[in-house]
């Protein structure tokens, strides 16, 4: 499977590049996925959905 990052992917990780989590969750955005983690907190000011199956 090839993954590219697109324009979608791109602008999602302008807009705020202090955290490396970003560009995991741009790509989430960009396709409509949801992000299971652990670690939502990161995550949050995303806007990506967030599902924690350890909770």
């Known amino acids: 499977m090839k993954f590219?990052?697109?324009?979608?992917?791109v602008s999602e990780f302008a807009k705020e590049q202090v955290n490396p989590g970003v560009l995991i969750a741009a790509v989430g955005?960009?396709?409509?996925?949801?992000?299971?983690?652990?670690?939502?907190?990161?995550?949050?000011?995303?806007?990506i959905k967030l599902l924690n199956p350890w909770q």
Do not use: E, P, W
Not at 4 to 9: A, E, F, K, Q
Not at 29 to 47: E, H
């Open 29 to 47: 955005l960009s396709r409509g996925m949801i992000l299971v983690t652990r670690n939502t907190a990161d995550f949050k000011r995303t806007g």
């Open 4 to 9: 590219l990052l697109d324009t979608n992917v």
